[in-house]
């Protein structure tokens, strides 16, 4: 494992810093850290499975992107795919950019063996969530989306990360739910050991496969924070931007094809914040 070094986040006072202080660009970069996947989810952003192209960014790459990052003026970095638990040196990938800057990663949370869980003891030790997506009380419900027996992993494998010590968020991606259902949802993921703080909601977006779910919300460059999002094909607005439909990625949420150095892309997003009118913010409140 390596030592990154760099600045204190919030130390630089750039406009990328001044920007994230202010409140007019959020704080966290997000990387891509791959496309594939042991799931293929009815509702997956970027059509991913077990049988995509492996187009993924590196762990030296990731770690390049955090120190940039913080220098920056950025305060915060997600990661996520694809499955990033299946990039190679995740753990110790992570466990460095979580040295510069606090760090989420998501994860399907169907490959943690007890084994696997040992190994993510560095993140323990680290600011490091691990988003995991529960999107139903339901099995039936939720494994129809996800893939069978989806939730019964997902339920197992909770419990397991939280008594090792790793800070755990549920997502819950749904088209509706009636209260019912999403106070037996708030139950469960309380029974786990995830707090209400700690579990959030957001819409199918009509992008990817979502594109086919019934009651998906469309959702463009207005909809969606200007998110840094560094991806292997370049970096997008949103971690909602570089999403894939038939094979082919979608590049109306495309920034800049450069990603390296960062200030590159990083710039070019804030002069498109800073050119939108007055007003002109985020209206989904999707995270």
Not at 112 to 126: G, H, K, M, N
Not at 220 to 232: H, I, K, M, S
Not at 233 to 251: E, H, K, N, Q, Y
Request: hydrophobic fraction near 40%.
């Amino acid at each position: 494992m390596t030592t990154l070094q760099t600045a204190d986040a919030g130390t630089t006072t750039g406009p990328i810093g001044e920007a994230v202080a202010a409140g007019r660009l959020p704080g966290r970069v997000w990387v891509y850290s791959n496309y594939h996947c042991n799931l293929a989810c009815t509702y997956c952003l970027t059509e991913s499975s077990p049988d995509v192209d492996r187009r993924s960014v590196s762990g030296a790459q990731m770690r390049r992107i955090a120190v940039e990052a913080a220098e920056l003026g950025f305060t915060a970095l997600g990661v996520t795919g694809g499955e990033p638990i299946l990039a190679p040196d995740i753990v110790g990938t992570v466990a460095d950019m979580a040295d510069v800057l606090p760090t989420v990663v998501l994860s399907n949370a169907t490959l943690f063996t007890d084994v696997q869980i040992r190994r993510l003891a560095p993140w323990a030790e680290r600011d490091v969530s691990l988003q995991v997506s529960l999107d139903s009380p339901d099995p039936d419900v939720n494994d129809a989306a996800r893939g069978e027996d989806n939730f019964a992993k997902v339920v197992d494998a909770i419990p397991r990360l939280v008594d090792a010590g790793i800070h755990v968020r549920i997502a819950t991606t749904s088209t509706s739910m009636d209260p019912a259902d999403s106070e037996r949802l708030c139950a469960l993921h309380r029974s786990l050991g995830v707090s209400d703080d700690d579990h959030i909601v957001r819409p199918v977006i009509r992008r990817g496969r979502g594109v086919e779910v019934d009651g998906g919300v469309d959702a463009g460059q207005r909809d969606l924070p200007a998110e840094l999002t560094v991806t292997a094909d370049g970096a997008f607005w949103s971690p909602f931007g570089p999403t894939v439909r038939d094979g082919i990625l979608d590049t109306d949420l495309l920034i800049t094809r450069t990603t390296s150095p960062l200030r590159t892309p990083a710039e070019a997003l804030l002069g498109l914040v800073n050119g939108r009118p007055a007003g002109e913010d985020a209206v989904l409140n999707i995270r």
